[in-house]
């Protein structure tokens, strides 16, 4: 088979604006998409659309809203910014086709993208995203200029939604809003400058919340808006300035999530998907499947044996994990990058409610984030991980790929490894601990990860692998 123009990566189509990001790349991907649509949702398919705060967001949504309705498939436009979580709603609530979100997520400012949502409320599987691909290489050739944004409302093929409205409305009814407005918390939220700006006051109100990074600003300040520790140090520095009981940040698109305690500590998202299982399980008395990605602690298979919990583990992309959630019986699925779903909701990652379940959680078992997360240590053993994104050239990316599937690393830090896992990357393990390299979908990065029983061990083991591999 023939190789599309464009390909997805692990969670959608994402390039650099102007470079290969164009209006003429986005129709590709747009008239695809109608295909697939028609094809498998018959003649009269249905849209929900919306953006994030990234560079033209609103330009590139109107042009693919266009062509979708003047391919005879009707268009529900978000009003403004809005989150992916909420598109995904609304896919689900609104009983649409699909879901079409216009943003790159975390990558730096200069990306742009293009998400699919299926009519479940979660990322578009594999099979799907395989059939849009397909679709490029027999696009049906276009049928005259696009007709104006106005002719299109008049014919009723685009129509406006206050979408984050409707999602903020589901929010409340699925969080325990008045636990947490009763109580004292104070929570410090850093919106990174994207499509999260404002949920989370609205939910608990102005007077609790203590705002970061809340306005309007499509270059990020410049800096990719990834809610991970080494862009955090201001959100850690609000939280113990203004006395707040935690920290919550959210990426671009506000799917995923970046929490600090009480003492302006990061507590990184395997111990939050370890806290949601134990808090879902032991307090509201839920059950199910755990899903974790290839790059998640393994903590999570000890709580699953303790629990009596089945615990699945995928390849990297939640697109993965929504799939294991719609055909069976998840309590928390999620990922080591800030992703996570739990029963109850959409399967779908979403960075805002899954803040305000933490919320809710530290209020209703009335102890600090940090003690939470000491029971965890204390019941499960020392499970610390490590993460180094190495920014390098595709040709350098390619060489390393290569070496490690000739074979692999015979040691970490040390430590004989006894058996190279590849399931998604290349995943060493060892006695006490575990390292793991995989290149990013979308950028010149090698991704590599580690766990074992303390910070420094950890740290060591990506330290050494990085050196074995030439990319120091």
């Given at each position: 088979?023939?190789?599309?123009?464009?390909?997805?990566?692990?969670?959608?189509?994402?390039?650099?604006?102007?470079?290969?990001?164009?209006?003429?790349?986005?129709?590709?991907?747009?008239?695809?998409?109608?295909?697939?649509?028609?094809?498998?949702?018959?003649?009269?398919?249905?849209?929900?659309?919306?953006?994030?705060?990234?560079?033209?967001?609103?330009?590139?949504?109107?042009?693919s809203?266009?062509?979708?309705?003047?391919?005879?498939?009707?268009?529900?436009?978000?009003?403004?910014?809005?989150?992916t979580?909420?598109?995904?709603?609304?896919?689900?609530?609104?009983e649409?086709?699909?879901?079409?979100?216009?943003?790159?997520?975390?990558?730096?400012?200069?990306?742009?993208?293009?998400?699919?949502?299926?009519?479940?409320?979660g990322?578009?599987?594999?099979?799907?995203?395989?059939?849009?691909?397909?679709?490029?290489?027999?696009?049906?050739?276009?049928?005259?200029?696009?007709?104006?944004?106005?002719?299109?409302?008049?014919?009723?093929?685009?129509?406006?939604?206050?979408?984050?409205?409707?999602?903020?409305?589901?929010?409340?009814?699925?969080?325990?809003?008045d636990?947490?407005?009763?109580?004292?918390?104070?929570?410090?939220?850093?919106?990174?400058?994207?499509?999260?700006?404002?949920?989370?006051?609205?939910?608990?109100?102005?007077?609790?919340?203590?705002?970061?990074h809340?306005?309007?600003?499509?270059?990020?300040?410049?800096?990719?808006?990834?809610?991970?520790s080494?862009?955090?140090?201001?959100?850690?520095?609000?939280?113990?300035?203004?006395?707040?009981?935690?920290?919550?940040?959210?990426?671009?698109d506000?799917?995923?999530?970046?929490?600090?305690?009480?003492?302006?500590?990061?507590?990184?998202?395997?111990?939050?998907?370890?806290?949601?299982?134990?808090?879902?399980?032991?307090?509201?008395?839920?059950?199910?499947?755990?899903?974790?990605?290839?790059?998640?602690?393994?903590?999570?298979?000890?709580?699953?044996?303790?629990?009596?919990?089945?615990?699945?583990?995928?390849?990297?992309?939640?697109?993965?994990?929504?799939?294991?959630?719609?055909?069976?019986?998840?309590?928390?699925?999620?990922?080591?990058?800030?992703?996570?779903?739990?029963?109850?909701?959409?399967?779908?990652?979403?960075?805002?409610?899954?803040?305000?379940?933490?919320?809710?959680?530290?209020?209703?078992?009335?102890?600090?984030?940090?003690?939470?997360?000491?029971?965890?240590?204390?019941?499960f053993?020392?499970?610390?991980?490590?993460?180094?994104?190495?920014?390098?050239?595709?040709?350098?990316?390619?060489?390393?790929?290569?070496?490690?599937?000739?074979?692999?690393?015979?040691?970490?830090?040390?430590?004989?490894?006894?058996?190279?896992?590849?399931?998604?990357?290349?995943?060493?393990?060892?006695?006490?601990?575990?390292?793991?390299?995989?290149?990013?979908g979308?950028?010149?990065?090698?991704?590599?990860?580690?766990?074992?029983?303390?910070?420094?061990?950890?740290?060591?083991?990506?330290?050494?692998?990085?050196?074995?591999?030439?990319?120091?």
């Open positions: 088979m023939a190789t599309p123009p464009i390909k997805f990566g692990t969670d959608g189509w994402r390039a650099i604006i102007a470079k290969d990001y164009t209006f003429d790349n986005l129709e590709i991907v747009t008239r695809a998409t109608a295909q697939w649509l028609k094809k498998n949702y018959g003649a009269t398919p249905s849209v929900v659309m919306g953006h994030d705060t990234r560079f033209l967001g609103p330009e590139f949504t109107e042009f809203a266009r062509i979708f309705a003047s391919l005879g498939v009707s268009v529900t436009m978000a009003e403004g910014f809005t989150s979580p909420a598109i995904s709603w609304a896919a689900l609530g609104y649409a086709s699909a879901g079409i979100v216009i943003t790159a997520s975390h990558n730096p400012p200069q990306y742009n993208g293009f998400k699919i949502k299926a009519d479940f409320g990322p578009a599987t594999p099979d799907m995203i395989a059939a849009v691909e397909a679709e490029m290489l027999d696009l049906a050739p276009a049928d005259g200029p696009l007709p104006p944004l106005e002719a299109l409302m008049e014919d009723g093929m685009i129509r406006f939604r206050d979408v984050t409205a409707d999602y903020l409305n589901v929010l409340r009814d699925r969080l325990d809003i636990a947490i407005t009763g109580s004292d918390l104070k929570v410090a939220h850093d919106a990174m400058y994207g499509a999260g700006q404002g949920m989370v006051a609205a939910l608990i109100g102005e007077d609790r919340v203590v705002g970061l809340q306005d309007y600003n499509p270059s990020f300040k410049g800096q990719a808006p990834e809610p991970i080494k862009n955090l140090g201001g959100l850690s520095e609000l939280v113990v300035r203004e006395g707040c009981s935690l920290g919550i940040a959210n990426d671009g506000a799917d995923r999530i970046g929490m600090y305690d009480e003492n302006g500590d990061f507590v990184n998202s395997h111990l939050l998907l370890a806290l949601l299982i134990k808090y879902l399980h032991q307090e509201r008395k839920l059950t199910g499947d755990v899903i974790k990605t290839y790059s998640t602690t393994h903590m999570l298979d000890r709580i699953g044996e303790a629990y009596g919990l089945t615990v699945q583990t995928t390849p990297i992309g939640f697109k993965y994990i929504a799939g294991k959630i719609v055909e069976g019986d998840v309590i928390v699925g999620g990922e080591e990058s800030g992703g996570m779903a739990v029963k109850g909701h959409i399967p779908e990652r979403d960075g805002i409610y899954i803040g305000l379940l933490m919320a809710e959680m530290v209020v209703k078992r009335g102890k600090p984030l940090s003690a939470l997360v000491q029971e965890l240590y204390d019941e053993g020392g499970h610390y991980t490590y993460r180094n994104d190495v920014h390098t050239t595709n040709e350098n990316k390619a060489k390393v790929l290569n070496a490690l599937a000739a074979g692999g690393l015979k040691t970490i830090a040390g430590r004989t490894v006894n058996e190279v896992g590849t399931l998604d990357g290349f995943k060493h393990f060892a006695d006490g601990g575990w390292l793991l390299v995989r290149p990013s979308t950028e010149p990065v090698l991704r590599v990860y580690s766990e074992s029983d303390s910070p420094e061990n950890a740290k060591a083991i990506v330290d050494d692998a990085i050196v074995q591999l030439g990319l120091a």
